[in-house]
C-alpha cells in the first residue's frame, strides 16, 4: 500500500494544544467494525460500551521529563546586534536532545539538534532553560554532562551521561516534558500531571500513552464496580512509536524498537479472557503492538515475557488477542493511523475522520478519543 493512502485533511485548530479541563471530559467517536457506523459519545460513558468480563489491558508506563537543552562545551555564543550592544542578543549555539531509549553502562540513544553541529567525541552541557546560555543566564544550576559515543540508526546519536546514577533524579530537576511537536508551546508545569496517566508506574517512556490520559481514578473505579477487568502491561514508548514513514511504498517500512514486559499475573489473567472468549480491550496503539507482538511469538498465547518489538501493524495483520481499541486520533501518514486502518478497515477509519472533522473533535495527544469495537 501506497503512504497517500493514510492521508486526511485536518484544520490546525482542531488540533488541542492543552487538555481538557478535567481529563473525563474528552468526547469520544464510538466506530462499530460489523456495522460500518460511528456514534457520538462521551469518555465518562465508557463502561456503558463494555460488558462485565470484558478485560481492559492499559500501558503503565511512565513518562520521562527526556527533553534537554544545552550546548557543545568550549563552543560560545557569538554576540549579534553589534552596533546595540546593549540589548546583548546572542547567536544561539543550543543543542536540544531528546533522549530516546537506554542502552548499557549510561548510554543513551538521543535525537539532538540541530545534529550536523554534533561530532563524535565531543561533550554536551545541558542545562535547564530552553534559550539560554550559562553565559547570559542569570540563575545559575548545575549542569549535566554527556559525551557523544558515536552516530547510529534513523540519525540516533549515543550519548553517555557523566553520572548515570544520577540521571533519573537530574532530568527532573533540569528536564522537559516532551510534549509533540504539534504542540506549539514550551511545555508547563501542569504537563507534568496531564502529559502522564493516572496509573503510570514504570519509567521509560518519552511520550505518553495519549489513549490513557483520559482515565481519571473515579473512572477506573466505575469499570471495576461494572465487574471490567483491569491488566496492565507495560511498553516504553520511544521512535518506534512517533518516528516518520518516509518511503511512498509502506511495506519496506522497519521500526525503531521499543522495550515491553508483560508480568505473569497479567499473562495469566489475559490467557484466561482468551480461554473464556471475553472480548480485551486495549487502551493504546501500544498496549496492541505489546500483546500482539507476544502472542505472535507464542502461538496465539500471552506468556510472561519482556525485551524489544518492532512490530509494525498495517492493513492485513491478523490480530490474535484484541477485540476492541481505544485510541485518540492520529496524524495522518503515520504508522499509528495505519494499524487503527488494520484493526477497523481504511475505508472505515477515514470516514470515522472526515466525521470527527465535521463535528470538530479535538485531536492528537491532547485531543478527544475514539473507541473502536
Avoid at 89 to 116: D, F, M, N
Amino acid at each position: 500500500m501506497r503512504l497517500e493512502e493514510f492521508d486526511y485533511p485536518l484544520p490546525a485548530e482542531l488540533i488541542a494544544q492543552y487538555p481538557a479541563r478535567r481529563r473525563s471530559d474528552s468526547r469520544m467517536l464510538v466506530v462499530y467494525r460489523k456495522e460500518s457506523r460511528v456514534e457520538d459519545s462521551q469518555f465518562r460513558r465508557l463502561p456503558e460500551y463494555l460488558a462485565p468480563g470484558e478485560v481492559l489491558a492499559l500501558n503503565n508506563s511512565r513518562v520521562l521529563p527526556a527533553r534537554l537543552f544545552g550546548h557543545r562545551l568550549g563552543v560560545k555564543s557569538q554576540p549579534i546586534g553589534k552596533r546595540n550592544p546593549k540589548r546583548k542578543e546572542y547567536l544561539s549555539t543550543e543543542i536540544e536532545a531528546l533522549l530516546v531509549r537506554p542502552l548499557e553502562e549510561g548510554a543513551w540513544e538521543a535525537l539532538v539538534r540541530p545534529g550536523r553541529k554534533v561530532r563524535t567525541g565531543e561533550r554536551l552541557i545541558f542545562e535547564g532553560s530552553k534559550g539560554t546560555l550559562p553565559s547570559v543566564t542569570k540563575k545559575k544550576s548545575t549542569p549535566m554532562e554527556a559525551e557523544v559515543l558515536g552516530r547510529g540508526e534513523f540519525g540516533l546519536r549515543t550519548l553517555r551521561f557523566s553520572d548515570p546514577a544520577s540521571l533519573a533524579k537530574n532530568l527532573e530537576r533540569i528536564g522537559h516534558v516532551p510534549l509533540p511537536p504539534y504542540i506549539r508551546r514550551p511545555d508547563e508545569q501542569s504537563d507534568r500531571v496531564r502529559y502522564q496517566t493516572v496509573y503510570a508506574k514504570q519509567p521509560g517512556s518519552v511520550a505518553a500513552p495519549t489513549a490513557g490520559l483520559h482515565f481519571t481514578r473515579s473512572m477506573l473505579a466505575a469499570l471495576q464496580a461494572r465487574g471490567i477487568e483491569r491488566v496492565e502491561i507495560t511498553l516504553h514508548v520511544s521512535l518506534g512509536t512517533f518516528q516518520p514513514i518516509h518511503a511512498e511504498e509502506i511495506a519496506g517500512h522497519r521500526l525503531h524498537p521499543e522495550t515491553f514486559s508483560i508480568a505473569p499475573k497479567a499473562a495469566a489473567a489475559l490467557n484466561q479472557a482468551l480461554e473464556d472468549g471475553r472480548r480485551i480491550v486495549a487502551v493504546g496503539t501500544t498496549t496492541v503492538r505489546t500483546l500482539e507482538h507476544v502472542a505472535a511469538q507464542h502461538d496465539g498465547r500471552i506468556e510472561p515475557a519482556s525485551g524489544e518489538t518492532e512490530l509494525f501493524i498495517q492493513p492485513g495483520f491478523c490480530f490474535r488477542v484484541v477485540g476492541g481499541l481505544l485510541t485518540n486520533f492520529h496524524l495522518p501518514r503515520t504508522t499509528l493511523l495505519m494499524l487503527v486502518a488494520a484493526f477497523a478497515g481504511r475505508e472505515l477509519i477515514l470516514a470515522a475522520y472526515e466525521h470527527a472533522v465535521r463535528q470538530r473533535y479535538r485531536f492528537y495527544s491532547y485531543g478527544d478519543c475514539m473507541l473502536i469495537l
